[in-house]
């Protein structure tokens, strides 16, 4: 396998071709904060935590690291002001959406994000996708899908499937960064046995 | 008149479904056929249409969730579609989408109760020079005023 | 019919075809696009129909449905040849008399279009200023052609570019020629086309796909509709001819659910083609096999961008994908795609007929050939304008468009749809190509462009295309998913008389990272709309915020009717139209509105009569007090 060179943070990195810049940046013990990244699942690239800084000024842009491929050469920041930035408005925005979630909560602090300025909408789910996709990729069951779009998007659960596979299965519910997961499945549950 | 027989849905869902023999990749197609066939989509149609293409049932869900064209309850028998796109944002077509409200006594979104009429709004329908517009069932009606809307809608039946 | 097998063939059919033809045979053709469907024309032409049959002279004249010539605003649009008389605003009861002049030569003086500055009556199609001065080299066939008949097609020299391509030209030369010819995407991006085409060809993978993207998404825009409707054929060759330069024997064209008639004609021309074997195996008895399939869209915005449009093609749902490897490397099924917009590929036969230099002679140093605008909103002639790239604004707008309607004073012309911007008055000299809008904050994008005028309140505009794309995105990412909706929220409460002195930075900052993290275009360009108006139109932000004022009086929450009672001639007519009866009133007394039952439709204010124009709309300051009611009766002079 080809071996290739990259510089993050100044650090020059040599590693084997066919990984992300976030693979090799954990590999370097280089921290890129993810929510919605899972070793073991195809990267997805919805929550752009993610995001680091590719490129030489002027000619930068931002890329999510989890899925952009580390190529020879490659010039990357992964806490350029820039960075940083994008990341505190991020993280407002995941609050305003999740704001007992301890994992935002912690890295909110971490980034110094601590006015409150976007309306709450409380809806308790990131939609970061680990638990569909940990049911799609390894579990192989599709208990669990997205419906609709936009702002409207939600995780649900398949009743006809869901009924039978997961009160045995249950392991999607400790992937869950806010936790809600298990108590959706529980509604699920009580609803479906009113039934 | 909705058809609201599991039986009959069901056989003409399955119908359909065996001219496109098993081929996955052409799931909107299908769902688009059976919307149109039947006016909406039944639950038992889409578990169908997963076994028989061999699409996983929360994708079918994803995609008829996913796209306007697609219903889960039944619609009625003319869609009455106005457009709210920027031409026709800009020449007056709120105003219009209220009228049509107003006489039919619906949101958009909703079905009159006597199972006529939908309303729905649509982001373009590509007949910019001819806004306010609105199509009822498959007939455009352009360069619409307020006064012609109860008129238009009054001549269905 | 027997299949063609040779490029001799193919120019023995075209004069065959031709020969038949008399040119100086009356013919009535009549437009048959979606947009003057939508105001009659499918009446028109049945009164034609049958006017013809009375008259007996089917056997003396033809009749024709055709595609949309772009002159919208007058429809149903006839023309009669070969004389090429224009007429405008065609009702059924206009037939008969339309018939019987132009079989004894002459022309129905008022059904002409009458030149608003001269006041002459223009009888002659291109002698009209709106279709003189574009160059309409892509939407000029539409006028002659019958969508549903090939041999129309062929008769004006279809497939000629296929033919001379196959057999006169190897790929590469074909290629060479394309990037000779400096072709761009229009369909918002820009890019360089042969190097999409190179990208593809040299991609490693089999089989190779190309695309045809009518998924036409921007609001206001409806060119490609107009291409795929009225000359479907142009479209099928330019790909064919792609397909033949890149290595690919199989395509898709992805219609948009909103365009039935669009995707009608193109199934009907496929199969046409194929009839004649223009398409499928051995194209013209040569080696080379091409085939596509017709995907039809379900109703989002967002399945037009490339990845997910492809997404959908595959029968997943149409979201985008990351696009940090090409999807001209890795698209359809992971193999090498070429998706292009209708119109770049509609001007690939134009290419090859004629010429690289030939192409590249239109246009400016970036941005070469004429690209098709679809001018709307406030202005008078309203339609598709075609024109070489680099005109500028002004022409299309003033000399082409006919100026803002309604003597009413210009303020901006959005470009590029929900992607693009606003570009005030000051900016009207602007050339319009791919390069030079961008510099303003807007861009040229797929050639939507929306006059505003006074009336148009800029704050509601930005919310008008926030609002649609909040209901666009797909919603996977957290930067389009949340912030637009935050954006949302933030443009409804200033246009609701709730925004705060702290709502200008925070949609900036959303602005931001909206550009910077979104994982598709659709996110990165959503701010746009909010720049741009913030940019060249702070004042009217100010104004709703500061002073709660709506300087267009748009903003319902933000402004109120009032009758003034020195203009009032108590004619009833307001008090008789109000839907919500808030209006009192009577014979010789002043009318006024009350407040509390007052809805804001706006409906008084059009129907009062113009001579008194007695109602007007109030913001950014109290509605004064109703005089009492003794005081109301007019005393009128004897």
Redesign the interface.
Known sequence: MKKITLNIDDKEITVEEGMTILQVARGAGIDIPTLCYHEKLEPY????LC?VEIGTPPRT????SC???AADGLVVKTKSE?VI??RK??LE??L??APGAKIIKDLAEEYGVTKA???K?ATFC??CGLC?RYC?EIKKA????????????EV?F?P??ATESCPSCRKCFPLCPTGVLESNFMLVQSLLLKQ | MVIDNSEVNVKRINQILATYKGESNLLIQVLLEIQKELRWLPKEGLIRISQELNVPLRQVYHAVTFYKAFSLVPKGKYTVSVCMGTACHVRGSPRILDRVEQTLGIHSGETTPDFKFSLETVNCLGCCAMGPVMVVGDVYHGKLSLDQVRRILDSYD | MPKLKSALELEELRKGIVSRRDPNRLCFTVCSGTACLAIGSKQTFAAFEKELEKQGLKDRADLKPTGCPGFCEQGPIVVVYPQETCYLHVQPEDVAEIISQSIKGQIVEKLLYVDPVTGKAISRESDIPFYKYQKRLILGNNRLIDATKIDDYIALGGYKALSKAVFDMSPEQVMAEIEKASLRGRGGGGFPTARKWKSTRDAPGEPKYVIVNCDEGDPGAFMNRALMEGNPHSVLEGLTIGAYAMGSHEGFIYVRQEYPLAAENIVIAIKQAEDYGLLGKNILGSVFDFSMKVHKGAGAFVSGESSALMNAIEGKVGEPRPKYIHTAEKGLWDKPSCLNNVETWADVPFIINNGADWFASIGTEGSKGTKIFSLVGKVNNTGLVEVPLGTPLKDIIYKIGGGVRGNKKFKAVQTGGPSGGCIPEQYMDSPVDFDELTKLGAMMGSGGMIVTDEDTCMVDFAKYFVHFLSEESCGKCVPCREGISHMLDILTRITEGRGQASDIQLLEGLAKMLKDASLCALGQTAANPVLTTLRYFRQEYDAHIYEKRCPAGVCKDLIAFYIEPDKCQACLICARNCPVNAIEGGKNLIHVIDQSKCIKCGTCFDVCPPRFSAIKKISGEPVPVLIPEQDRVIQRKG
Do not use: S
Not at chain 1, 45 to 48: L, Q
Not at chain 1, 61 to 64: D, H, I
Not at chain 1, 142 to 153: K, N, P, S
């Open positions: 690239g919805a929550c752009r995001l842009r931002l890329v999510a899925v952009y491929p820039r930035q994008t408005m991020l925005l995941l305003a959406r300025r976007l309306r909408t990131i939609l569909v799609a599709d208990a669990i899908g997205f419906i609709g779009r936009g702002i409207e998007r649900m398949i006809e499937i």
